[in-house]
Each structure stands twice: as C-alpha cells, then as structure tokens.
C-alpha cells in the first residue's frame, strides 16, 4: 500500500507557469523526498525534506512540509518543456531504509 | 562515477519460463533496492540487499527472489512468469543514506 499519495494525479501548464504538486502521507516520518522520472526510466532524486523542517529550496524547487497535516508541496517555479516529467514523493518511516513511493503526478509542461 | 547499471533494458519473455534481471549499484554502494513499477499499482518495493544479506522484503510471492554478490552486484530472478508480471523493474543503490540511485530499468514483458 502507498503510503504518501500525490495530487493532483495528472498536471498541464504552459511553459513559464509555475506547477504545484501535493503530497499527502499517513503515518509519522523521518524524511519525505521527491523524485522525478521521465517517461519509461529511471526516477531522479530531486530534494530531501526532513521532518523538524518545514521549507526547503533546490534551484527552481521549492519544497514545503507539514507534519501537523501529514502533507508536502512540490512547486516548480517557471517551468520548462524539459521538467515535463512524473513527479513521486516518497517517505521513509521509523527505522525503515526504504523509501515508500507514491502514484506520482504526471506534469507536462506544454512550450 | 557511473551510475546505476541494469541488464538488460528490455526483455519479453513467455508465460511459464522465468527471468533473471542484473543490477550494478555505484561503486561503493552496498544496499541494493528492487522495486516494481506498473501503471495500476505504481512503484511496489521488493526486496533490499546489504552486504549480501536480504534486508527487507516485500509483499511479492516466492517466485521473486533475489540475491547480492560480494562486489555489490544484485540479480533478481522471477520464474513461473505470469502476464501480470509484465512491468519495469527497477533496481535502486544507496550508501545507507536516504537518497536513492536509481537505475534505468528493465523494461519485461510476458506474453
């Protein structure tokens, strides 16, 4: 069973908006981290968000958390035909290594 | 440094027989994840490896297995192939940090 979930589950904007994907867990976390994959590969890490952290930036990236909600957004600021991608979020629990991955949002981003 | 290596990028296979997927982790790595990914049920875990140990396990039948060589090399091995197990596999390699290597795939289809 998934333990975070993404919403929405498909995304479509032209390029320089700005994308923000949602991820909603159940249960208490270490980490929550997001990755992208391109069509058919293999899933890239894109940010790490612990949990006594509540923002976080990576270039374009902007992460938040809410552990009060069991909640984190992904937001993408100016986006490209190139960050046209699935969008996971994965989260790690107690002593746990393994990462637990959502369904994704699909984004495409429209030149 | 390369990344993570996966053998070979495509497969079909037919139901019955079985098939064994191959992962090289980024030198230095010593836990190797397997994951499944298919469109209905999304990224499912495995198994993990360390040191040659199986770690964690998934909730998958029997006829996924797993094994890691001295030299960090993971093979994962599905015999008695079913329909539903046409998927792309993907192997992951960590330094026991939170962040995940992750491989290209294998991309196996049973017909």
């Known amino acids: 069973s998934q333990q975070g979930e993404e919403d929405p589950q498909a995304l479509s904007i032209q390029e320089g908006e700005n994308a923000t994907m949602n991820c909603s867990y159940k249960?208490?976390?270490?980490?929550l981290q997001w990755y992208r994959q391109n069509s058919g590969r293999g899933l890239v890490h894109l940010i790490l968000i612990r949990s006594n952290e509540r923002e976080k930036h990576s270039g374009r990236l902007r992460v938040t958390l809410d552990t009060s909600k069991k909640s984190s957004s992904l937001l993408i600021t100016a986006s490209r035909a190139a960050d046209t991608a699935s969008y996971f979020c994965?989260?790690?629990?107690?002593?746990?290594?393994?990462?637990?991955f959502g369904r994704g949002t699909s984004l495409i981003v429209h030149p | 440094k390369a990344g993570v290596t996966q053998t070979p990028r495509y497969l079909i296979k037919t139901r019955g027989q079985q098939v064994t997927l191959s992962c090289s982790p980024i030198?230095?790595?010593?836990?190797v994840s397997w994951y499944q990914q298919t469109p209905g049920q999304g990224l499912q875990f495995l198994f993990e490896?360390?040191?040659?140990?199986?770690?964690n396990k998934g909730n998958f039948p029997g006829r996924f297995s797993g094994r890691q060589f001295s030299n960090s090399r993971s093979e994962m091995n599905v015999s008695t192939l079913e329909l539903g197990d046409s998927a792309l596999y993907l192997c992951?390699?960590?330094?026991?940090?939170?962040?995940?290597?992750f491989g290209q795939g294998t991309r196996l289809t049973v017909v």
């Open positions: 030198s230095g790595h010593r836990s």
């Open positions: 992951a390699s960590s330094l026991e940090g939170p962040e995940a290597f």
């Open positions: 249960t208490s976390i270490n980490n």
């Open positions: 994965a989260t790690r629990t107690g002593g746990s290594y393994i990462p637990t």
């Open positions: 490896y360390f040191s040659e140990t199986q770690r």
